[in-house]
């Protein structure tokens, strides 16, 4: 199920689906995860919204990456991956999108649930 969820402090959607991820993933506040992933940025040499930055905050946090198995690539999407994973906290990447699923809901700007997802990060429960 899709929750509308815009953390954004002004309430704007200004292309921040990465900070939006994160904050939500790691239970922070906006104005935290955007702090993050500009300082990763730096130190990476890219942009805070490149897969490659918001990544690397998910693995020192705990997540790990896992590709969407092949069996259906056009038809999967992150509705039928929130149905098939209730439990947990999840990120989908699409590409030039990023969700985070937490319980089975969908937490984003948009309705995202038709979108097809290509990886995932999840955190291993303890």
Not at 32 to 41: D, E, F, I, R, T
Not at 83 to 96: C, E, H, S, T
Not at 99 to 110: L, P, Q
Request: charged residues 25%; proline residues 6%; glycine residues 8%.
């Amino acid at each position: 199920m899709w929750i509308k969820y815009n953390p954004n402090p002004t309430g704007r959607n200004v292309e921040d689906c990465a900070i939006r991820a994160i904050a939500k993933a790691l239970g922070i506040d906006w104005e935290s995860a955007y702090a993050k992933l500009v300082m990763n940025g730096y130190a990476m040499g890219d942009l805070p919204n490149a897969n490659s930055v918001w990544g690397a905050e998910l693995r020192r946090n705990g997540f790990y990456r896992e590709s969407i198995p092949n069996t259906c690539p056009d038809c999967y999407t992150a509705e039928d991956f929130s149905k098939d994973n209730p439990k947990g906290v999840y990120v989908l990447g699409f590409g030039k999108h990023v969700a985070t699923i937490v319980d089975g809901n969908i937490y984003d700007s948009w309705d995202s649930s038709k979108e097809i997802p290509q990886y995932f990060w999840y955190r291993k429960e303890k």
